[in-house]
Nanobody
Framework: QVQLVESGGGLVQPGGSLRLSCAAS????????MGWYRQAPGKQRELVAS???????NYADSVKGRFIISRDYAKNTVHLQMNSLKPEDTAVYYC???????????????WGQGTQVTVSS
């Protein structure tokens, strides 16, 4: 069973930085795409950043130039370095993995449990 476990959320002042990490486990051979989504209260979940196995990236316009996504393909982890944080970045951040090849099957769209990021003075 594929599982995603996130870490690194918390409270930070405006202008500060946080680094989120997500580790995937469960007899994984490879993962096509890993990324981060976020959901603020009263809003829909939205893509923050994603990276494919060919290192192609996709960022939300609102985070371009401030957030950096990276992957460790050997460890099946994905990280999100968040800099120059703004109050509007406050949300629950979810790790996502798609097209996961395991020793037994191909699996799709797995989500982590979410980690809270709060940007406030």
């Amino acid at each position: 069973q594929v599982q995603l476990v996130e870490s690194g959320g918390g409270l930070v002042q405006p202008g500060g930085s946080l680094r989120l990490s997500c580790a995937a486990s469960g007899s994984i051979v490879s993962i096509y795409k890993m990324g981060w989504y976020r959901q603020a209260p009263g809003k829909q979940r939205e893509l923050v950043a994603s990276m494919t196995s060919s290192r192609s990236t996709n960022y939300a316009d609102s985070v371009k130039g401030r957030f950096i996504i990276s992957r460790d393909y050997a460890k099946n982890t994905v990280h999100l370095q968040m800099n120059s944080l703004k109050p509007e970045d406050t949300a629950v951040y979810y790790c996502n993995a798609d097209r996961i090849a395991t020793q037994f099957s191909m699996e799709y769209e797995h989500w982590g449990q979410g980690t809270q990021v709060t940007v406030s003075s």
